[in-house]
Structures are given as structure tokens and as C-alpha cells.
């Protein structure tokens, strides 16, 4: 019965899992459905700040989610589409379907044990990490909530496995659908069950939701005829995607020690300061999605095809070409969230519970992290370029460069704030915050950024060991992107600045009106500088935006999965 379900669910999204070929479309395609995932993702730390504030209720939510992070990043990353895709393009549906049955298998087995044994363990590990926690009248939720987080990496992991048929198949807008039906699971948590469980309710939510990240790839997989069954892993085939695989995976590793490490520094600095540094970096991961991840994964399986057929000329291109409209767009948006991020903090954040002081700390904290924004996006397509080509020991020779700057900076700058009163004031009072309690945290955002600026170079400067010749061309839209963000954003500053001095911001419908109109004439003002430079990146924007549609599907541009592309 549950087979004919899933027959049956098959057959009715086919129609909204048309393929898209096209880089630029795919990208943008992406972008505007990861929109709406980000949306949610949003309106999800709304209903948080609202109802908790930068208090430590939230801090211990967010920091029971290090662990498990850490351990999709060790395991289930082993597995995951990035080392899958390479090895699936273009071959059969039973290799396929054998490889994704292990892959699957070994998971299961090996993730569920290792989960396990630290759900056992997980008292004396987090109030390791974090001993603030120990005396708090929460720590048995947040024990438990930790606990019950274990099953999101298992099961973000299964589908990470399902997710390299739908990239083959160029079925991005399941793929981009996925985050969403992950944020309405968290959703959901929150406001249906943690009113009756607690803190463990929100955790429910997060697994829901994770679950429905898995069950939307199925049909596209049963379609192809690769659906994989649970057999004993075969050591060679395991051992040959494992050993593939394991540079990507600790690189995964790195990045969440990194994230680990810099959290339990900001638990030191004050209750809420958790809070505030997560909510801050996940308003800033909204363009990161938006732009940077869209790329990568759009550019993803035809980089992974042109290195296959050894076809080096067109892997640069598609390298240069998503390399430019990233870096480009990275550098327009930066400019102008560093100059809205008041009103974008205060809109989104700014309720409830949420006060003032939390309000500005976030904000300030906004405005340094977005620096590293093009960085952290280029980071993400030369890793996709690297993988592609099978160095995969280039993104962790990179990520391990971060974490080094990342630490090294974050306890550089405080020691530095802490040393040198007039340093501190300077860098609080250019940020707005030298009144605020609990300000130290935006020193740790400085590390943070220091790290991710230091990996866009490296990643800029090795990654001519694969594609030469692309770091050149990546010159000219990133001095057009600057440029027109500046542009735009001294005119939004300017209509902030009017605007401010005509009415008042004691409402949010002022404040989202304000900054809504300072955001228009900034775009505005950048587009019209795009246009004076004939910038080429906003004319393929503009043809893109044109060309995609959601009822034509255009042709896959290589073999897909099965013995026939699908139409």
C-alpha cells in the first residue's frame, strides 16, 4: 500500500518537477523558491523572538543544534549529493539504484549508531561545552531537546542521498521546495507543541520537518526507477564513496567546529548573546541562499558533467560565468543590507520579546557579518568546482584556513577590545552599540568575518589549479557590484535620513515603510548605474527573468538517470 502511495505521489507532482537546463534560469529559478523558504525561515525566528527574546531559552535552543550539525558533518555528509552526483550523471538506472542502496544502508547502520552512543553521552557533552547551561532550570529540556535533535542528521542525510536524483534530473524546484517543508515542520513545532512539551516540542517540529525534506524526493526517484532498498553495505562500494568523500566531510566538519566554537565564546559574553550572533547570521544567510547557493547548486551537476567528459574549456566558462553574476550581486546586496540592516532587524526581529538593545546589538552584528557575504559565496561554487573536478581536498585545506582565521580573529579582537578602551568605543560607537550590555559578542562577528574573507581568497587563488584564467574575470563585476551598491547605498541612507526627520519610527508599519522606500531608491539607483555601465550581468538578469517559466520545461542538457531523458 505505502508503494502505491508513492506511486501515486509520483505521478501527481511530475507536472511542477519540470527540468530546467539553462544555468542562468536555474539559478534564478532557485533564488526565487529558496525566497520563499527563506520567508519562512524568517517568519520562524519571528515567532522565536517574539515569544522568548535574546533570553537563554533561545540560547539553549540554538545551542542544542551544535551537535548535531557536527554530526551530519562527520557522517552523514560521507554520502551526500556532492560526492553522489559525479559518480550518477550519466550512468544506469541499476548502477545508479545500487549505488544509492548502499549509500542509503551504510547511513542507516553506521549514522544510528553513532547517534546512539552519544544520545547516551549527551548530558556530560553539552554542559562540557557549555557549563553557563548547567544551572539552568531548562537543562533538562535542553538535555532532551539535544537528544531528540540527533534524528534531523540522520534523516537530512537520507535525503541529501535522494537529493543527487533530483539534481541529475535538474528537478530544482522539488529540490528548492524541500528547506521549505523544513520550515514549516519548525513552524509548526513551535507554536502547536511547545506550548504542551516545551522546548522538546520545538525539537518535534524540527524532525517533522526534516522528514518532509526526505519524502519530497521520493517521487522523483521512484520515476527514474532507482528507489534504493536497505541491504548490507558493500564494503568496496562504500569504501570507494567514502574515500571520495571524506576531505568534503570533515571540510563539513571544520565549518561546524567553526560554528561549534565561535557559539560557545558567545555564551561567555552574556545571556542572549547566543541569541542575537545565530539571528544575525541566519538573516545574513538569506542572500548567502538567495545568490551564493543558488549558483552552486545550479551550476553543481553541469560542472560535474563538463568535468566527466573532460570538456575543460566549457567547465571554465560555467565556472566564470556563475562566478560573475555571484560575486556581482554578493557585492550590490552587501552594500545595501549594511546600510538597511536597522530597519531589516527591527522588522523582521523587532517584537514581542525582542526589545530594543537586542534590536541594535543584532543589527550591528548584521552589518559586520555581511562583509564575508561575496566571500562566503564564492567559497561555495569554487567547493562545487573542486568537488566537481575530484579535488576535494582543496575545500578542506580551506575550511581549515577559517577556522584558524576565524578563532585567531574572533580572540584577537577581543583581546584587543579588552586592552584598549578607545579600540572598543571606536568599533561599538561606529556600530551604535557602545551602551549596550553584552556588546562584546559583535568582536566575535569581526573573527567570524576575518575567517570567511580569508577563505574567498584562498579559495580564489587555488582554484587555478582547476579552472585558470576565471580570477581574472571576476574582477570587472565585482567593481561594478561595489559601485553600484555604493551608489545606492548613500541614496537609501539619504531617504533614510529625510524620512526620519518627517515621521516617526515608533511603529513597525513605520519602520517597514521607511526602510521599504530607502530599499526601492537604493535598487533603483544601482540599476540605473548597471545600465549606464551596460553592466553584462544585469542584462542576463533581465533575460533570465524572462525566459523562466514554470509550465515549459526545457530539455535536460545531458543523460540523465534513466536509459532515456525524461521530457
Known sequence: MVHGILKSLSSSVRGVSKPISSL??????????????????????????????????????????????????????????YVLIPRIAGTTKEDTKRLLSNAVSFLLIGGGIIALFLAVLMPNIMFALFPDFASSPDRASFILLSELL??????????????????VHRRFVLFALSPVLYNLGIIFGAVALYPVFGLPGIGMG???????????????????????????????????????????????????????????????????AVTVFTLAGNLQAVPLALIGASYATAAFPVLSEEAR??????FRDTLT??????????????????????????????TGAFDWDATRLTAAL??????????QGFVLLASRAFYAARRSWNPLIIQIVGLLMSLLGAYGFLALAEANIHVKYFIEALLRIEDIKGSSVVFIALGATLGQIAMGVLALITLRDVAPG??????????EGVAAGIMGGFAAYGVLAVLGNIASLATLSAVFTQGL?????????????????????????YESLRKITLSKALAPSGTALNDHPHS
Open 24 to 81: 542562468h534560469q536555474a539559478a534564478y529559478l532557485l533564488a526565487g523558491l529558496t525566497l520563499v523558504s527563506q520567508i519562512l525561515a524568517l517568519f520562524r525566528d519571528r515567532i522565536f523572538a517574539h515569544a522568548f527574546g535574546a533570553t537563554e531559552t533561545l540560547d539553549l535552543y540554538y545551542a542544542a543544534f551544535r551537535i548535531p550539525d557536527l554530526v551530519f558533518a562527520l557522517v552523514a555528509s560521507l554520502v551526500s549529493a
Open 150 to 167: 540527533l534524528l534531523q542528521p540522520i534523516l537530512l542525510g537520507l535525503s541529501g542521498i535522494l537529493t543527487s536524483v533530483t539534481q
Open 206 to 272: 524540527v524532525v517533522g520537518g526534516a522528514l518532509l525534506h526526505l519524502l519530497i524526493h521520493i517521487p522523483v526517484v521512484l520515476h527514474a526507477g532507482v528507489f534504493p532498498k536497505l541491504i548490507i553495505p558493500s564494503k568496496k562500494i562504500v569504501l570507494s564513496i567514502v574515500r571520495d568523500s571524506v576531505p568534503r566531510s570533515l571540510a563539513l566538519s571544520f565549518g561546524a567546529l567553526t560554528t561549534l566554537l565561535l557559539t560557545i565564546l558567545a555564551s561567555q559574553t552574556g545571556e542572549g
Open 309 to 314: 567528459g573532460k570538456r575543460d574549456e566549457a
Open 321 to 350: 560565468a556563475a562566478g560573475r553574476h555571484l560575486i556581482f550581486w554578493c557585492s550590490v546586496v552587501a552594500i545595501l543590507t549594511i546600510v538597511l540592516r536597522a530597519h531589516l532587524v527591527r522588522v523582521i526581529y523587532g
Open 366 to 375: 548584521l552589518g559586520v557579518l555581511v562583509i564575508g557575504l561575496a566571500a
Open 470 to 479: 576565471v580570477a581574472k574575470n571576476l574582477l570587472r563585476p565585482l567593481f
Open 517 to 541: 522606500v530607502a530599499g526601492m531608491v537604493g535598487l533603483a539607483v544601482s540599476a540605473s548605474v548597471l545600465i549606464l555601465l551596460e553592466n553584462r550581468e544585469f542584462k542576463d538578469l
